[in-house]
């Protein structure tokens, strides 16, 4: 058997040299690698080229602490709290590369890098977007009467964060809810870190396989760091904290604001343990889920 791939969080994002592609897992609310994007912030991490399934507080915080140069993404968005507040400014005054994309481009793309591939090939829907992204759409050469096809470029992230529920020490890494684009980005990236909210053994790992998404082989290291996902929800354990999520949103108006939020739940943090602590107890009680589907 492997020997353990338990790490601490701050091991887990050294080897994060500026300048890399870091792709995030989870969506929207759901499984933001936040412990691990904490760290990266703190750590001073620069010129970051995100590529983010769609999500909200992880890649917009990373943005709005300076640490990002360009992103590939679907979108960015907080939902019912309104536009994420970071990347839109980075990207309407010009200091955030964005490459648009569809949903077909990253699938698509991530598959090519899954397969060692240069390209995809996607259907042609009409899309405009090979217009703003000629870098990752071209057309190609179809007989008469076949169907429209564009290429689509291979993703393949130097390292991928990711947060689910539980692992044991070999990195056998289990989602207790929906996995989303988590293995896609996991199989095409170079390095894979996982957060967890609890280590587990073993043989619970063996009582219910079906639930390992990402076997030992895909994952490089596993941080444990429980309620690593909050402010957003970790499927079958704790829900978002909508409350926190509206205040990074009203803290995200203006810098000074802002460089006030990151003090408080980030600089002044330096372990995962000060967070919960800054969080508070209760309150991380208040989210956690009654019914489970824990084995």
């Not at 390095?191 to 609890?198: E, G, K, L, N, Q």
């Amino acid at each position: 058997m492997s020997k353990s791939k338990i790490i601490s969080i701050d091991e887990a994002v050294a080897d994060i040299s500026d300048g890399s592609k870091v792709a995030l897992g989870g969506w929207i609310f759901n499984a933001q690698p936040m412990a691990l994007v904490r760290a990266l912030i703190r750590k001073g991490a620069r010129n970051l080229d995100l590529i983010p399934a769609p999500g909200s507080i992880a890649p917009d915080m990373l943005i709005g602490a300076g640490c990002v140069r360009s992103t590939a993404c679907v979108f960015i968005s907080f939902e019912h709290f309104g536009l994420a507040p970071h990347f839109r400014r980075r990207a309407e005054s010009g200091t955030l590369k964005v490459y648009d994309l569809d949903g077909p481009a990253i699938a698509g793309g991530l598959r090519a890098g899954i397969c060692d591939l240069p390209y995809m090939p996607i259907p042609d829907l009409g899309t405009d977007l090979p217009k703003h992204a000629p870098e990752h759409y071209w057309p190609l050469p179809t007989e008469p009467g076949q169907r429209k096809l564009l290429a689509v470029a291979a993703i393949k992230p130097d390292v991928c964060l990711i947060h689910a529920q539980q692992a044991d020490e070999h990195g056998n890494v289990q989602h207790l809810g929906p996995p989303f684009f988590d293995a896609m980005l996991a199989q095409a990236s170079r390095r894979v870190i996982v957060s967890v909210d609890r280590i587990v053994s073993t043989d619970t790992i063996r009582r219910a396989n079906h639930l390992t998404k990402l076997p030992s082989a895909m994952v490089d290291a596993v941080v444990e760091a429980p309620f690593g996902a909050h402010p957003t929800a970790s499927p079958s354990i704790y829900r978002s904290d909508q409350g926190h999520l509206k205040e990074y949103v009203k803290k995200s108006a203006n810098d000074d604001l802002f460089a006030e939020y990151l003090r408080r739940y980030v600089r002044d943090t330096p372990r995962h343990t000060d967070y919960l602590d800054a969080i508070g107890g209760s309150r991380l009680a208040s989210l956690a889920v009654s019914e489970t589907n824990l084995v």
